[in-house]
């Protein structure tokens, strides 16, 4: 931790600093200026973190040395963290796409979904169950029912289920059928929730909050880690701006921040991000492109019936085209990423769940 006085700062003031640094067990070093004396504080910068420094007569500034994230942060950390979803790994030479509705509605648009996008080279199916909605009007998701058709989708496509937990009361439920806990923007600091997925070792999925800094993003994902579980996947899903013509704003530059920042897996998010179909290739080129191991996008069968998020959901084509242009970009960026053209052919066969009602 580095103190800057303020100018005209007196010598009792900066005693007094210099006391209150030394009482919590570190030491101190002048560098005295013209103007300002520049304190450098020696020793475990945590146990200032406590201390309201900024209200001490005489400071003007203080600067951390040391990141306030300790086990996110790639200083802490020899290698990047790679993160298994099914069979494959998030954070390694692949890049990692995962894909499906924005809600669970029913088998066979799952069903129908999951078979394409992974003839397509999606490598996860994505799907909500338990929904946040910003209306308690709005459709809240199939909840318990919902899972069991993620988790019989899995059984017959081979896809590793990504799915939201709202709530601490709903943990042990969801990763019972979970391979992935999706933690939302909107729960992005819901501190109770984030240390009980910590408990489990089980990859937490976090997405950006709206209003969120890459740091407090960063504190979040060490409330997970501090419990104990190190598998975690960050998310930029767009942030909350001025700009009215995109659902949210999408923060391209956080994707090299936090890769600089944290050996963490970082995955964006470019259908909540855009808001809109049509935004969502260029939004994920560019994703990939700036360094992201992995995306998550919202496709439908039938866009135009979707119970939630129709607007930005790709079709089963639009996917699939989505994988192609993608490819160039992928390799662009030193990646690899599955599925071919040849493969997308196979996406005829797309066997329904048989035994549940049709929707
Ligand atoms: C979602 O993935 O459907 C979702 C609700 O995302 P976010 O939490 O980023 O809004
Ligand atoms: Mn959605």
Partial sequence: MIIVTSPGATDAQIDHIRERVESAGLRTHLSRGEHRTVIGCIGDEDRLRGVPLLSIPGVETVHPVLKPYKLASREFAAEFTRVPVGAVELGGPEVVVIAGPCSVEGPQMLGRTAARVAAAGARALRGGAFKPRSSPYSFQGMGEEGLELLAETRERTGLPVVTEVLDTRQVELVASYADVLQIGARNMQNFALLTEVGRLRRPVLLKRGMAATLKDLLLAAEYVMSQGNPNVILCERGIRT?????????????????????HLPVIADPSHAG???????????????????????????????????????????????LMDGLRPFAAAAGRTLAGSKAGNAEAAVEAPVAGVAAR
Avoid at 242 to 262: H, Q
């Fill in 275 to 321: 808001g809109r179909s049509h935004l969502v290739p260029a939004l994920s080129f560019a994703a990939v492109a700036a360094g992201a191991d992995g995306l998550i996008v919202e496709v439908h069968p039938d866009p135009e019936t979707a119970t939630s998020d129709g607007d930005q959901s790709l079709d089963l084509d639009a996917f699939d085209a």
């Fill in 242 to 262: 001025f700009g009215t013509e995109t659902r949210n704003t999408f923060d391209l530059a956080a994707i090299p921040v936090l890769k600089r920042e944290t």
